[in-house]
Nanobody
Framework: QVQLVEFGGGSVQPAGSLRPSCGVTGTSASTSCVAWFRQHPGKGREGIAAFSRDGTITYARSVQGRFTISKDPAENTLYLQMNNLKPEDTAMYYC???????????????????????????WGQGTQVTVTS
């Protein structure tokens, strides 16, 4: 059974940094499509960064240049380095593991307007990030 657990959210001032992590069990994060999503209050989940199976990285425009996705094969853990945080980055952050559609969602090629993501995707429980002065 695949399980994902996020850690490392928190509260930070504007221009600050955070690095949430996502521990994966039940499969290898290195050979899977994995991604970070976020959800603002009252809004749907937005894909922001993804690894495809071949290691290709995709970012949403909203975080390009500020956020960096990485993974540690030895720890089977996914990370999201977030720099120059802005108040609009305040959201619940989720990691996800699934098929190649994950990358297409982050790239804006595929959308699920009703938030009915594929049942085969696995999600963590989320970690809250708050950016406030």
């Amino acid at each position: 059974q695949v399980q994902l657990v996020e850690f490392g959210g928190g509260s930070v001032q504007p221009a600050g940094s955070l690095r949430p992590s996502c521990g994966v069990t039940g499969t290898s994060a290195s050979t899977s499509c994995v991604a970070w999503f976020r959800q603002h209050p009252g809004k749907g989940r937005e894909g922001i960064a993804a690894f495809s199976r071949d290691g290709t990285i995709t970012y949403a425009r909203s975080v390009q240049g500020r956020f960096t996705i990485s993974k540690d094969p030895a720890e089977n853990t996914l990370y999201l380095q977030m720099n120059n945080l802005k108040p609009e980055d305040t959201a619940m952050y989720y990691c996800a593991l699934g098929d190649t559609t994950l990358t297409m969602v982050v790239a804006g090629i595929v959308a699920y307007p009703d938030q009915k993501f594929p049942a085969a995707w696995s999600w963590g429980q989320g970690t809250q990030v708050t950016v406030t002065s």
